[in-house]
């Protein structure tokens, strides 16, 4: 029974099955072919049960007994998650943390990679990241029409995340990962995500004071 | 009516609540003393109807037809957040992001601060990062009992997280922060939050997919 309305699990599994994801291509390099279902769940820290739940929304994977062969669960869960194709990431805002993220990429490994920064400081505009050409914000629209680019990092201050996002909208993208401690006000049909490092601080705060 | 059971409303309003704070926190700033329904409802992108239920689980807020005085609810939201008293913050990974999170910390602002950071390469220890010092791993427990540290951010490598969490778990730390893409194994009393970036731009790109 493969559930084909893709809102009908929580975004929960979506995270855990990249977190497989993950995983399985490090066991690959480290030349793992077959993993049993026991070693699994060592290594994912889940439960067979709920592996098995996750993946069973998407189809039959794994033989009783022999267990799941690492290469042909990592074509599946890229073809699950997309990642069976190249999705280029645009980066608005080179401060702290978007230096840290351009830097923390490592190309050899990911099929999700930002291909274009951009920034508002002329300190930064036509400077390289790890390989990444900082662009003039003013020239984002231009470049994101041209690259195809679907997908947008967010990480400017507070006060200007808004006026990216509509930027962003106004250009064709269609999800957005946001840090800025903003709740953005964003057409229906685009998928946000937020990670801001200190709201999510204080929301364990907030359990933890309970 | 009051909710005291503080699991009844979902992790998205206490997100919003500590939005909201920053936002109210920089009105403050910005010399403003009482803001409208309507002025927060266009500062914050959230409907007045969403902004008073969400304070609504907590107590009566603001005067009708003269609306919220900005201290006032700042202060409110803190005693609601737990942030009306100080929280020490444990770092452990100063790599690119974690030196990235320490860079970032304005200290003139925030209740919630990065006090103590440890890492196990040589070449980091004892070095000290915007004002904080970089301790050896080894040191983490006897720290986090000498400063009663109860939250922890986890920057390290995958391959690393589940051995830091088990220290930190047995140091007495009660709400873990993860940036490792692994599901961390933890008793369940722990607070675990997981913000793995590029696990959140393939979920992302998960539901671009569909």
Redesign the interface.
Known sequence: MICTD?NCFS?ET??????Y???FE?LIKNGVDVVSSGQISKL???SPEQFRKDLSYFGEFGKRGVGYQTESLVYELKK????NQA?Q?ALVGVG??G???L??QDFSE?N?RITAAFDSDKKNIDKTVNGIHIHDIINFKKIIKQKKI??C?ISVP?DHA?AVTDLAVESGI????NFA?????VPENI?V??????????????????
């Open positions: 893709k975004p979506v995270r855990r099955l990249a977190v994801l993950q995983n490090r994912l820290n889940v699950i998650l997309g990642l999705w990431v702290r943390l230096c840290a993220l830097n923390s990911l999700v679907r997908i990092v507070l808004q269609e999800a957005i990962l401690p903003v709740i953005l006000n998928h995500s937020n990670m801001d490092i200190y709201c999510e601080l204080e929301r364990l705060i907030f359990f933890l004071n309970k």
